[in-house]
């Protein structure tokens, strides 16, 4: 019967799980003359050729047999192969040697395992578990260590430390925490409002409490005290000293900017008088105390015009245009910007 061992047709086969063999060892009973040791074992079968004119004897098949199921046999005995120095080795290969298991971590030939760190690690490092799973590493009690893994009975017992029921108290809409001294507590109720309370008197009397979103209901927490806080959160809003002014401070009304400081600026455009040399202009804001200086802009494209300013007041100025070729003022010349500094 011819079977097809194609690919395509072993597809959707598996593969059965084997059941426990029995553990024998093929010919280990074998009387005498039913067994011979197997003259070459690295020529193999080839060897029959010279020796038994091509025609292999029952002791050398049960030889061949027995040879299989002793490292069979040794294999499931071990679990993983003893370390040999004849035995070429690849990366990841696992042995063992002096009952501690390697991992190869790269391809080695008769380097022994415990004094090769370049070549072997010991399989418990490469799987990260090194001393780990010791008892005596095991710890049994509290600490810093990052790695160590302590005991059930060391977690029960400072579960047990730490869950006193003199320190803690439930009430309907919170839960209580309280210093060691009974004189403060710390308090979280079901609205998430958080705060800590004075235990030291009959009733608890609240130090602050914080709402969930921040807002402090209860008492009072100092300024100094709220990490990111500046010295701006301390200053009062206000013009006066050690005060802070806010937008409502800065103005600007009429071609007039008002400044916290008392300080107005002004800018505004006037046209000199077409039949008179002297053209009186007026602030659109009156400064209280007077103007700091006045400062005027020429708009028209013609060159060689300049102005003056004289009879400074509250409330304005006189205005004179000039050409930069005569000495007695001019009519007209266009529009002039206007800028006065003042309190």
Excluded: C
Excluded at 13 to 27: E, G, L, Q, R, T
Excluded at 110 to 117: H, I, K, L, V
């Amino acid at each position: 019967m011819h079977t097809d061992l194609t690919k395509e047709n072993l597809r959707g086969y598996s593969m059965s799980v084997m059941n426990k063999p029995d553990y024998k060892i093929f010919a280990q009973d074998a009387k005498s003359g039913e067994y011979v040791a197997f003259p070459d074992i690295l020529r193999g079968w080839g060897i029959t050729l010279e020796q038994y004119n091509g025609f292999p004897p029952m002791e050398l098949f049960n030889s061949a047999a027995k040879r299989i199921d002793e490292w069979l046999m040794y294999l499931t005995q071990r679990g993983l192969p003893e370390w040999d120095a004849a035995v070429d080795y690849p990366k990841d290969a696992m042995i063992q040697h002096a009952g501690i298991y390697y991992v190869s971590l790269k391809v080695t030939k008769g380097e022994q395992p415990n004094n090769s760190q370049a070549s072997w690690k010991k399989l418990t490092e490469a799987l990260g578990v090194d001393k780990k799973l010791d008892k005596t590493a095991v710890l049994q009690g509290p600490g810093t260590s990052t790695t160590g893994v302590m005991s059930q009975k060391a977690v029960t017992d400072l579960a047990n430390t730490k869950a006193d029921g003199a320190r803690f108290s439930t009430r309907t809409s919170a839960v209580i925490m309280t210093s060691p001294n009974g004189n403060y507590g710390v308090e979280i109720g079901n609205t998430g409002v958080f705060g800590v309370t004075d235990q030291s008197g009959e009733a608890p009397v609240p130090i602050f409490r914080v709402s969930p979103t921040g807002e402090i209901n209860d008492g009072s927490i100092a300024l100094g005290k709220v990490i990111g806080a500046g010295s701006a959160a301390s200053k009062n809003t206000g013009t006066g000293p050690g005060q802070i002014p806010d937008m409502s401070f800065f103005g600007f009304a009429n071609g007039a900017y008002t400044f916290p400081n008392g300080l107005i600026l002004q800018v505004f455009s006037v046209t000199p008088s077409a039949t008179n040399t002297v053209t009186p202009i007026t602030f659109p804001v009156p400064f209280p105390y007077g103007p700091h200086g006045v400062w005027p802009t020429h708009n028209s494209s013609s060159s060689g015009q300049y102005m003056t300013l004289d009879a400074l007041t509250k409330t304005g100025a006189n205005m004179r245009v000039f050409r930069s070729d005569s000495t007695s003022p001019v009519t007209g010349a266009g529009t002039v910007t206007i800028m006065a500094l003042g309190r």
